[in-house]
Nanobody, 123 residues
Framework: QLQLVESGGGLVQAGGSLRLSCTVS????????VGWFRQAPGNEREFVAT????????YYADSVKGRFTISRDNAKNTVYLQMNSLKLEDTAVYYC????????????????WGQGTQATVSS
């Protein structure tokens, strides 16, 4: 099972940017997928974006396409979520997640979760 530690959340004005980081440790396989979910108060946790460990396939939720970019640096075992053009509705706790592959992670079948990092967008 992988261990995930997030960082990079904070407070930003609408239209601004934040970059989240997720450092991954453990026995990483090339088929593993790492991604981001988020949970706003009163809402269920929802999928945001994912990338396979090789880094050549990504998927995004429709709500963040064109604004968020997921990437990974295998040398640092870190996955990033660059969030641009932030909106008030992007306010949430963002969780890093890992699964056996991309299909599993988009279905919410998660093997490991990070502790979460708060991202708050203000008007």
């Amino acid at each position: 099972q992988l261990q995930l530690v997030e960082s990079g959340g904070g407070l930003v004005q609408a239209g601004g940017s934040l970059r989240l980081s997720c450092t991954v440790s453990g026995s990483i396989k090339s088929s593993d997928a790492v991604g981001w979910f988020r949970q706003a108060p009163g809402n269920e946790r929802e999928f945001v974006a994912t990338v396979n460990w090789r880094g050549d396939i990504t998927y995004y939720a429709d709500s963040v396409k064109g604004r968020f970019t997921i990437s990974r640096d295998n040398a640092k075992n870190t996955v990033y979520l660059q969030m641009n053009s932030l909106k008030l509705e992007d306010t949430a706790v963002y969780y890093c997640a890992a699964a056996y592959n991309l299909y599993e992670i988009t279905k919410g079948r998660i093997n490991s979760w990070g502790q979460g990092t708060q991202a708050t967008v203000s008007s």
